[in-house]
């Protein structure tokens, strides 16, 4: 029998722990600049209608689906899967479930780890007095694991060690005293550090503490639409790209979460309230704190080109704790601990989420307690994560997260909502969905899930397996089909790279180039490794099942 | 700001938040369920205890 014998707290702290699960840096990192790349304001449209008809959709699958396997005591993807179809090849794809997320998890708390780092360098006045490239300066002297302001040796191992254990600690406490209890004091918090830093950023003047624009300025920039950008597949993409990440849709978190939930509980209105809460933060938040702030010191063109050569991520760690320290050295850094807090209370929910399902799997299938199963996906992560930290510069991190946490989420997806649908049966489905509801579900989402949603994943991956050269559509109708360096089939034979290697001339530029070559294919194939031990682990609990009489 | 970007960004302000708020009244106003339920927090309830047969 499993030893898990767990369960949520309370109703509102199952919300909150599935609304932190969805809500990371993405949604105040990755948004923001999908938004200003993407047609300003006419991107809520398409991104609206993808939430509307492939996340909610999605989130209603996951849900139901965690709850009908947690009928039969499973909590984690192999074996829910397993109980929807007599077909026992499912469980092996429902092994993206815990892959996804101990391979996230391993990056994602060292992104993590900034965030925690960079509250104690706000407090400790460590961005005072330094100009724009002061900052950045310490960006890239932080991720080389170069000297340290506070004179810790190997400060960004330290932190990353410190934020594992944190993170550990809280999953060996259990559901509701642990996941539940963080969530209920993180996403509070976390949405009154935003409404503090979005109304600094509504109420930045030209003038006034060296801003060169006012907040209007960055806000019609994000907002203005561009009704012409609505036409292209482009912007279509990056919108359901967009859904997905910010939903944590496609990795098997939610499932588990949902595992926990009695068949007779509501489970529709639930995913509305979380998914609801989690575009708040997004769309509302989200939206008023990088782009304003950055465009009302930097202006359009500033950043734009810091948005096209550092991204979002640049922007948030190179950028913003120079500007505000604009407003002071003391506002400065409480802005500072306020906006690296956020961010934090952000990353804690998800990657909380993320040892769920290996926790889950561990306790059902070789009844480990929670404590040690808590404890071996800290030092899973801790393993697998060291390689990020370590050749950061050589994009082990970029590979991690392009694999496990942008492709693999769209292909799980994809099989579960076929799953779902075609597989279990829509009938059978929409039981699950509505069974318990305390709203009634509109009926056309029965067939939202059995058609748009599975086609329009189908797109997505499609899309991304072969994007076009520039995310031109209709020129490769036309002209012929070039794949472009960012689709799935260029990525896995590193064209860019191989191409960036012919092309170089310099002796160390052709040997940086070859170390990133060599630590590209050694990430995907410790993933591919990694994967295919999740599988064998399954293998092993399918067959102790057989042998115990279980299945 | 101009009167496109504005009413874009206004409308999306009150529709997200409006609905997120809606959500989240109709889960802390639901009716509580007999217990067992999900929840440990209110297995002491009054109102949530099952009738005894």
């Not at chain 1, 199963?373 to 899973?380: E, K, N, Q, R, V």
């Amino acid at each position: 029998m499993s030893a898990n014998k767990e369960s949520w707290g309370s109703r509102v702290g199952l919300i909150l722990a599935m609304a932190g699960n969805a809500v990371g840096l993405g949604n105040f990192l990755r948004f923001p600049v999908q938004a200003v790349q993407n047609g300003g304001g006419a991107f809520i449209i398409p991104y609206l209608i993808c939430f509307l008809v492939m996340g909610i959709p999605l989130l209603w699958i996951e849900w139901s689906m965690g709850r009908f396997g947690g009928k039969f005591g499973h909590h984690s993807t192999p074996f829910i899967v397993d109980t929807m179809h007599r077909n026992r090849l499912w469980k092996y794809i429902g092994v993206f479930g815990i892959w996804t997320n101990i391979a996230v998890a391993s990056y994602y708390c060292y992104l993590e780890s900034w965030t925690l780092s960079y509250v104690f360098h706000s407090i400790g006045g460590t961005f005072a007095g330094l100009d724009q490239n002061g900052v950045s300066n310490f960006f890239n002297e932080y991720v080389s694991l170069g000297e340290s302001t506070f004179g810790i040796p190997y400060e960004p191992i330290v932190f990353f060690v410190i934020c594992l254990l944190l993170n550990t600690w809280i999953l060996s406490q259990g559901l509701a005293k642990g996941v539940e209890r963080v969530a209920k004091i993180g996403m509070p918090l976390l949405i009154l550090f935003g409404i503090f830093l979005a109304y600094k950023g509504f109420t930045i003047t030209a003038g006034e503490d060296g801003a060169i624009n006012d907040s209007s300025v960055g806000l019609n920039f994000l907002w203005t639409p561009n009704f012409d950008e609505l036409w292209s597949p482009t912007v279509w993409l990056a919108a359901a790209g967009q859904i997905f990440f910010t939903l944590s849709v496609g990795m098997g978190t939610v499932h588990c979460y949902a595992s926990y939930v009695r068949s007779k509980d509501d489970i529709a209105l639930n995913a509305m309230s979380a998914g609801w809460m989690n575009e708040f933060v997004e769309v509302v938040l989200g939206a008023a704190i990088l782009i304003p702030i950055s465009i009302g010191y930097l202006g359009i063109e500033g950043v734009t080109n810091l948005v096209n050569s550092q991204g979002g991520l640049g922007l948030g760690f190179r950028t913003l704790p120079y500007l505000f320290y604009q407003w002071g050295d003391v506002l400065g850094a409480v802005a500072g601990v306020m906006w690296f807090g956020l961010l934090f209370f952000a990353g804690i929910t998800s990657s909380l989420a993320m040892g769920t399902p290996w926790i889950g799997f561990l306790q059902d299938e070789f009844n480990w307690r929670r404590k040690p199963a808590a404890w071996s996906f800290g030092l899973i992560v801790l393993m697998l994560g060291m390689p990020t930290v370590l050749f950061f510069k050589y994009g082990v991190f970029d590979e991690y997260d392009y694999w496990a946490g942008t492709v693999s989420l769209v292909v799980f997806a994809l099989f579960e909502s076929i799953l779902f649908a075609w597989v279990f049966g829509m009938n059978k489905g929409w039981r699950e969905i509505t069974s318990g509801a305390d709203i009634e579900v509109p009926s056309f989402y029965k067939y939202i899930i059995k058609f748009v949603t599975p086609l329009l994943l189908l797109w997505v991956f499609v899309g991304s397996l072969i994007t076009p050269k520039g995310g031109d559509w209709a020129g490769a109708f036309a002209n012929g089909w070039e794949l472009d360096d960012s689709s799935i089939i260029n990525k896995i034979k590193n064209t860019s790279l191989k191409r960036q290697l012919a092309e170089a001339t310099d002796p160390e530029v052709i040997q940086q180039l070859q170390d990133t070559l060599f630590f590209v294919n050694a990430s995907r194939t410790l993933l591919v490794a990694v994967f295919l031990s999740i599988a064998l682990l399954v293998y092993i609990a399918y067959k102790k099942r057989v042998r115990e009489g279980r299945i | 700001m101009n009167t496109s970007a504005l009413v874009v960004m206004l409308s999306t302000i009150t529709l997200v938040t409006g609905l997120m708020l809606y959500f989240f009244y109709r889960v802390v106003s639901a009716p509580p369920k007999p217990e067992p339920d999900s929840y440990l927090d209110n297995d002491d309830e009054i109102e949530r205890q099952a009738p005894r047969a």
